[in-house]
């Protein structure tokens, strides 16, 4: 069939017609990734939480302008900018106790998010056809992974959640011939702040990031915890607060939970343990049961609670200033834990039963309450 020249001329036309509307997308898209993808430029107000909408707050587009870097987003110039989401933006959380402002904890009062280099890790990796890791130079390491609002109410939680328990003496020990003698005087010359409760996983996830409790529940008592993990929570909420926490010694919490009486019980058993008779095998939420007379909760059962004592299979030899009792040649194999579990029975819930475990067991029925030094 012979092809007339009007036929060849609609095809040369449709041809470049078709040229030029792939020439057009071609330099549509280009102009899209040198824009960040055509998303609307993000006005940052000091007061509103707002992330970068075009790098989603990471600082990066996933542009490459080679085989192996990253763009920085033009948007934000790299930043990723959104306010702390702990606080709004806010320099410093609006709560006071002591006279004194809180400050927040991970972006230490300057409103900024997770470091968007990093994207909080602390370290970047340099890929040059074989891979370098290096201590993030942005954030220097920290990170700065920004807690959530429920993470700093908990960690709120924890100041407003302390008992002041006045300097006093009391008689340590009831007789128990396995480890509880002799009964001795002791006197706890400082005051100090106990905690009203066990601490939850609430409080523990937000200083140390994790859960590793059996029994989930925010307001669960955290278990599963090694003496030197309880140590090194201690250590970081500390820092974070700039007060000192610390466990409590083996005088000081047997006198917390006396509050003054002499008997096997700071009361009545069942009304404010939960034990092996009434926990149904498991942890409960703190606080449900009656306090002692000092307003604590839970020191009969729940969880056993750690102390920062060694331990000694009796009293001979033990400080009688409410003192640790710690073997200053060398730290003993076991360290002392109080008050019983939920797997306890009514022998093992005395206020004056004192078993030892090493310091780096994790069992499900293993807690521990703060105590904070009073200033």
Same mark, same amino acid.
């Given at each position: 069939?012979?092809?007339?020249?009007?036929?060849?001329?609609?095809?040369?036309?449709?041809?470049?017609?078709?040229?030029?509307?792939?020439?057009?997308?071609?330099?549509?898209?280009?102009?899209?990734?040198?824009?960040?993808?055509?998303?609307?430029?993000?006005?940052?107000?000091?007061?509103?939480?707002?992330? %970068? @909408?075009? +790098? =989603? /707050?990471? *600082?990066?587009?996933?542009?490459? #302008?080679?085989?192996?870097?990253? $763009? &920085?987003?033009?948007?934000?110039?790299?930043?990723?900018?959104?306010?702390?989401?702990?606080?709004?933006?806010?320099?410093?959380?609006?709560?006071?106790?002591?006279?004194?402002?809180?400050? %927040? @904890?991970? +972006? =230490? /009062?300057? *409103?900024?998010?997770?470091?968007? #280099?990093?994207?909080?890790?602390? $370290? &970047?990796?340099?890929?040059?056809?074989?891979?370098?890791?290096?201590?993030?130079?942005?954030?220097?390491?920290?990170?700065?992974?920004?807690?959530?609002?429920?993470?700093?109410?908990?960690?709120?939680?924890?100041?407003?959640?302390?008992?002041?328990?006045?300097?006093?003496?009391?008689?340590?020990?009831?007789?128990?011939?396995?480890?509880?003698?002799?009964?001795?005087?002791?006197?706890?010359?400082?005051?100090?702040?106990?905690?009203?409760?066990?601490?939850?996983?609430?409080?523990?996830?937000?200083?140390?990031?994790?859960?590793?409790?059996?029994?989930?529940?925010?307001?669960?008592?955290?278990?599963?915890?090694?003496?030197?993990?309880?140590?090194?929570?201690?250590?970081?909420?500390?820092?974070?607060?700039?007060?000192?926490?610390?466990?409590?010694?083996?005088?000081?919490?047997?006198?917390?939970?006396?509050?003054?009486?002499?008997?096997?019980?700071?009361?009545?058993?069942?009304?404010?343990?939960?034990?092996?008779?009434?926990?149904?095998?498991?942890?409960?939420?703190?606080?449900?049961?009656?306090?002692?007379?000092?307003?604590?909760?839970?020191?009969?059962?729940?969880?056993?609670?750690?102390?920062?004592?060694?331990?000694?299979?009796?009293?001979?030899?033990?400080?009688?200033?409410?003192?640790?009792?710690?073997?200053?040649?060398?730290?003993?194999?076991?360290?002392?834990?109080?008050?019983?579990?939920?797997?306890?029975?009514?022998?093992?819930?005395?206020?004056?039963?004192?078993?030892?475990?090493?310091?780096?067991?994790?069992?499900?029925?293993?807690?521990?309450?703060?105590?904070?030094?009073?200033?």
């Amino acid at each position: 069939m012979a092809i007339r020249k009007t036929d060849l001329v609609v095809l040369a036309g449709f041809l470049l017609l078709l040229s030029c509307l792939l020439a057009l997308s071609t330099s549509t898209n280009a102009q899209k990734r040198r824009t960040g993808g055509g998303a609307p430029r993000a006005t940052q107000s000091p007061t509103e939480f707002k992330t %970068c @909408p075009v +790098c =989603n /707050g990471s *600082g990066k587009t996933h542009e490459h #302008v080679d085989k192996y870097e990253e $763009v &920085r987003c033009n948007n934000c110039a790299g930043k990723g900018e959104t306010l702390c989401e702990n606080t709004a933006g806010w320099p410093h959380r609006d709560e006071y106790w002591d006279g004194r402002r809180f400050i %927040c @904890p991970k +972006c =230490n /009062g300057n *409103g900024r998010v997770r470091c968007p #280099v990093c994207y909080g890790s602390g $370290v &970047r990796s340099v890929d040059r056809g074989y891979e370098v890791t290096k201590v993030c130079y942005n954030c220097k390491g920290s990170g700065r992974v920004a807690l959530t609002r429920e993470e700093i109410r908990a960690l709120l939680e924890i100041e407003r959640e302390l008992v002041l328990i006045k300097s006093g003496a009391f008689q340590m020990g009831d007789g128990d011939p396995i480890n509880t003698v002799p009964v001795h005087r002791v006197d706890i010359e400082k005051p100090f702040y106990m905690g009203k409760y066990e601490v939850t996983q609430a409080q523990w996830r937000a200083v140390m990031g994790s859960n590793p409790s059996q029994f989930k529940g925010d307001d669960l008592p955290v278990e599963n915890v090694s003496w030197n993990d309880a140590k090194e929570f201690c250590r970081k909420l500390s820092q974070m607060t700039g007060r000192e926490y610390r466990l409590p010694t083996e005088a000081e919490w047997e006198y917390a939970c006396r509050a003054g009486t002499t008997g096997a019980y700071a009361g009545d058993l069942d009304a404010m343990a939960w034990y092996d008779k009434n926990s149904g095998g498991k942890t409960h939420p703190v606080g449900q049961k009656q306090p002692n007379a000092f307003g604590l909760y839970d020191m009969h059962g729940n969880v056993w609670e750690w102390c920062e004592d060694d331990w000694h299979n009796s009293y001979n030899g033990a400080p009688n200033d409410g003192r640790a009792w710690v073997d200053i040649s060398a730290r003993g194999s076991y360290r002392v834990a109080r008050g019983g579990s939920w797997g306890s029975n009514a022998v093992r819930s005395r206020s004056a039963y004192r078993p030892g475990n090493t310091p780096g067991a994790r069992v499900n029925y293993l807690g521990f309450r703060l105590l904070r030094t009073y200033r």
